[in-house]
């Protein structure tokens, strides 16, 4: 018996068979006499084909024609033949190499910052698979984006180091090393950190050829979709902290602080250091020297500190009251000065038991009656007062006694009785003199006078 070969190989679909990830490519086998076809994929495991079922990447595996789907990026890269058979023998096709070809994606994103704000803007990248170089380029508005530093947050591109400035109003980054990088989706490329001071719109320049691209280890360009972003920067609150005086008297005086108001702004005032607990107000009135400063935050919120506002007491007198000798005496005035080694235009106002003296100020004053006499020092240049501490001045009046004789004083050998009397003084002794001579070495209110004479006290 003689078999005679019936299937007959007569074309296939020609290659390179490239497709990218989430593309589909179909290859197919023309033949006559094949009465059933399967599609075989090469186990480099097992180091044997198999056969292919339906699945979510292979479609028509029974039949001639056979679609791959590349949901993924694998390696290696599938082998696939087609077994066809007449019911006795098997034939098979050709071989076809896929080459899967990965579509990278990189985005900027959206972000939110305030003016002055040093942000971080990941650059997140999927599809990045046997990566062997990078040069990026990304475009701002003039005048809104300062590039302080490239941080490689991709440890897959550690093989090799990141060169990157920023050129007016464009920044770029380029990456090359011959040991390919495989970053898993989602994960940050890198992170560029700016200082922003505009809103504007975060494109890459496609336009400029080499300038935004992806190569593989055979120097081929990788298909990628660049994502644009868009940085809005908010202002800053307007912070304009004003005092109505630097300076108070530390005895009751108080400033007002303030700040422009503006019904979407929140205001927290801060003295040496610390917040004010309820002080939420635009303005404060304080009297406590020290540092003051108020943080203002707007709706966005977007914060500024104002400066620091020293607040200062004025130097308050000090008046201190000193008299001419001693300040109790026996009917005679005490002569008071006052002197004050702080202040600048100061007037010296004098008090008498709580009651001014006079119409008109003066540092020096005679005092004629017993009391405690104060003054109230104000320092015109700086609105400050203060008292002197008191001081007691006693003016004891004179003894005034008065010699009375019991009858006449002129007698026929009868001695006379004296008494004395003082309506003024207390606590007095009174010693008796005749013609100027001592009479007693004891004091007393009264005396028999047994001989003539002048009769006088002291």
């Known amino acids: 018996m003689t078999l005679i070969d019936t299937v007959v190989i007569l074309g296939s679909s020609q290659g390179p068979f490239e497709v990218e990830i989430g593309n589909s490519l179909q290859l197919s086998v023309q033949s006559t006499g094949a009465t059933a076809f399967r599609w075989q994929l090469w186990d480099s495991v097992l180091g044997d084909w198999t056969s292919l079922q339906d699945n979510a990447d292979y479609s028509g595996t029974g039949t001639a024609d056979l679609t791959y789907t590349c949901n993924v990026y694998q390696r290696p890269f599938p082998l696939l033949r087609l077994q066809l058979s007449n019911g006795c023998r098997n034939w098979y096709g050709p071989q076809m190499q896929l080459s899967l070809k990965q579509r990278i994606t990189l985005s900027v994103g959206q972000l939110t910052a305030c003016y002055g704000d040093t942000v971080e803007v990941p650059l997140v990248i999927s599809g990045a698979r046997e990566l062997n170089a990078v040069s990026l380029s990304l475009v701002f508005d003039p005048g809104t984006v300062q590039l302080l530093d490239w941080v490689n947050t991709a440890t897959q591109t550690g093989s090799n180091i990141w060169s990157w400035n920023q050129v007016g109003n464009e920044i770029r980054l380029a990456w090359f090393s011959l040991t390919s990088a495989n970053i898993p989706d989602g994960n940050s490329l890198g992170t560029l950190r700016l200082v922003v001071s505009g809103t504007t719109s975060l494109n ?10 992806f190569g593989d280890e055979v120097a081929e360009t990788i298909p990628a979709q660049f994502v644009s972003g868009y940085l809005t920067v908010n202002p800053l609150p307007v912070v304009n902290l004003a005092i109505t005086s630097p300076n108070i ?22 003295f040496n250091g610390q917040v004010m607990p309820n002080n939420t107000g635009a ?26 506002q020293r607040l200062e007491y004025y130097p308050l007198p000090n008046p201190v009251i000193t008299a001419a000798g001693n300040t109790t005496t026996c009917n005679q005035p005490v002569d008071l000065s006052v ?6 235009s100061l007037e010296y106002w004098w008090y008498l038991n709580g009651a001014v003296l006079s119409s008109t100020p003066s540092n020096q004053w005679v005092a004629t009656s017993s009391g405690n006499y104060s003054v109230h020092a104000i320092d015109f240049a700086t609105g400050c007062s203060e008292w002197s501490a008191p001081i007691s001045v006693t003016i004891n009046p004179l003894p005034n006694p008065v010699i009375t004789a019991a009858g006449n004083t002129t007698t026929c050998n009868q001695p006379v009785d004296l008494s004395v009397y003082s309506s003024q003084g207390s606590s007095l002794e009174y010693w008796w003199y005749l013609n100027g001579a001592a009479l007693s070495a004891t004091p007393s209110n009264q005396w028999v006078a047994t001989s003539s004479g002048d009769y006088r006290l002291s």
């Open 204 to 213: 890459w320049d496609l336009v400029t050829p080499g300038y935004c691209e």
């Open 249 to 270: 008297c530390s005895n009751g005086g108080s400033s007002s602080l303030s700040t422009p108001y503006d019904p979407d702004y929140t205001y927290e005032w801060y």
């Open 283 to 308: 303005q404060i009135t304080v009297s406590l020297a020290g540092d003051y400063q108020v943080l203002v935050t707007s709706s966005s919120g977007c914060s500024l500190w104002s400066s620091v």
């Open 339 to 344: 002197y004050s080694s702080q202040g600048i």
